[in-house]
């Protein structure tokens, strides 16, 4: 049985512009502001063109390979190794369980203020309800973002409305950062976590009506909005309290509330965070069950993982051990630190993802669906780009968030070849030319 398609472009396009606009920029703008001061908003512009590079890449490979687990799915079409492909899989099933769980974390901060709930209760609280509404059907899934992503998208709409009379000398003034270019690339290694989601994109394409036309215009659409208001609301934010006010508060943009004397806003927008973390949570546990689901189907991970309901038409194995697994990663710790660590291990998997698309390309030609523009004969020149921006983005983390990294990379390995021995799979090249050939064409 396969899942539901119950998806057009809107629900995509909301479904990107609402995880991307999600608990990034009201948690880490203040982390970001601390970084690159004055030079915050040109932080957010880099960011959206790096992001925008492997947007593209994705863009393209999500029209030609419409399947969950997409980075699982990209790496093995365009280098036939099974090994490599789950490592990058899990890698960004680990990413999306870690940023989930930070950001139930997030959502149970605004609803201990609100109501004096403790942290982990109210953590635990939201887990299980998304669990119970990702169980329930991507339609009801979908329905609860839509709401959610206007009230997330109407939030940063005040906040730029508030600093908009100041924008134009706010963007003037603040052009050049007294923290330079070393403080504004710095401030992208913890800023890119208001980016992420873009890629989670692509693996909603087995429930998308036309997953090959309509994933990679949402996936464009959601990066060029999002974008837009990021920048918009970094300029108002700094031109309103000034980058230390920002650094130096748990609750950055309710400070712009209070600069600007509307203090009967402030419960609102304590409303307005809460949806828009539990709806970045929802959308995170709905496409970690997704990419699970795959890699069982795929023969990797056990194979009740890749059972779907018969009524629901959801993954229920997978979206049960979802909710299990981000449960008993709500431990508090450093935000910045767990941010980091998120945003190194995507840029680890975009760098293969843009690497894929090269060699894809060089074998198999342009796609018939998306073709990311620009090529030297064949050899296209964005995924390039995009490929060494991430390398390059990686050089500014830290040595601890770096080996972690390493460490995950390695657990992977090890992983994978547990697995192996367990299910009796070959791999690699132990596997017959006749295994090979019915992957190239799978």
Same mark, same amino acid.
């Given at each position: ?47 959206? #063109? ?35 492909? %789950? /490592?990058?899989?899990?890698?960004? #099933? ?32 939201? +887990? ?24 997330? %998208?109407?939030?940063? /709409?005040?906040? +730029?409305?508030?600093?908009?009379? @100041? ?51 949402? *996936?464009? *659409? ?9 920048? !918009? &609301? ?18 950055? *943009? ?22 828009? &973390?539990?709806?970045?949570? *929802? ?11 795959? !890699? ?16 629901? =038409? ?16 709500? +431990?508090?710790? @450093? ?16 760098? #293969? ?10 074998? @198999? ?15 296209? !020149? ?8 991430? +390398? ?5 983390? @830290?040595?601890? &968030? ?7 990379? !390695? ?24 295994? =090979?050939?019915?992957? =190239?064409?799978?």
């Amino acid at each position: 049985m396969e899942l539901k398609r119950s998806l057009g472009l809107t629900e995509l396009t909301l479904y990107g512009i609402g995880i991307i606009l999600g608990a990034g920029i009201y948690a880490i703008i203040g982390i970001g502001a601390n970084i690159a001061h004055e030079g915050l908003w040109i932080s957010f512009l880099i960011a959206a #063109v790096i992001a925008g590079l492997s947007g593209l890449s994705y863009a393209e490979l999500a029209g030609r390979y419409p399947k969950a687990a997409a980075e699982y799915q990209y790496t093995q079409r365009a280098f036939q190794n099974e090994r490599l492909a %789950f /490592v990058i899989g899990i890698i960004m #099933v680990f990413a999306g369980f870690v940023s989930s769980a930070a950001v139930s974390l997030g959502f149970a901060g605004y609803l201990s203020g609100l109501f004096g709930i403790a942290i982990i209760p109210g953590a635990l609280i939201i +887990i299980i309800l998304l669990t119970l509404l990702n169980f329930v059907g991507i339609k009801e899934s979908s329905r609860f973002n839509i709401l959610a992503t206007f009230i997330e %998208f109407a939030g940063l /709409v005040i906040i +730029i409305a508030l600093g908009f009379p @100041d924008i134009g000398t706010t963007v003037v003034n603040l052009t050049f950062s007294p923290t330079g270019m070393m403080g504004m690339f710095s401030a992208i290694s913890v800023i890119f976590f208001a980016y992420i989601g873009f890629e989670n994109l692509a693996n909603m394409g087995e429930e998308a009506r036309n997953p090959k036309k309509d994933l990679p215009r949402a *996936l464009l *659409l959601a990066l060029f909005i999002s974008t837009i208001l990021y920048v !918009l &609301t970094a300029v108002a934010a700094v031109g309103v309290v000034g980058w230390e006010t920002l650094a130096g508060s748990s609750a950055p *943009l309710t400070e712009v509330v209070i600069a600007k004397g509307v203090s009967w806003l402030i419960p609102i927008f304590s409303v307005i965070a809460l949806f828009s &973390t539990g709806n970045t949570v *929802l959308i995170m546990m709905i496409v970690v069950s997704r990419m699970m689901f795959r !890699l069982a189907r795929e023969g990797h991970f056990p194979a009740p993982l890749g059972r779907v309901h018969h009524t629901r =038409r959801t993954p229920y194995v997978a979206v049960g051990l979802t909710g299990l697994v981000t449960a008993l990663l709500i +431990i508090p710790g @450093d935000l910045s630190g767990v941010v980091q660590l998120t945003n190194a291990s995507l840029f680890l998997g975009y760098f #293969v993802v843009n690497i894929s698309l090269i060699k894809i390309r060089l074998r @198999d030609g342009p796609s018939p669906h998306f073709t990311v523009p620009g090529t030297i004969g064949r050899v296209p !020149l964005i995924p390039i780009f995009g490929a060494l921006s991430c +390398i390059g983005m990686l050089l500014f983390f @830290d040595v601890i &968030t770096l080996i972690t990294m390493g460490v995950v990379v !390695l657990l992977a390995f090890g992983l994978y070849h547990i697995i192996q021995h367990t299910t009796g799979r070959q791999h690699g090249p132990q596997r017959s030319s006749a295994a =090979r050939h019915r992957a =190239r064409r799978r």
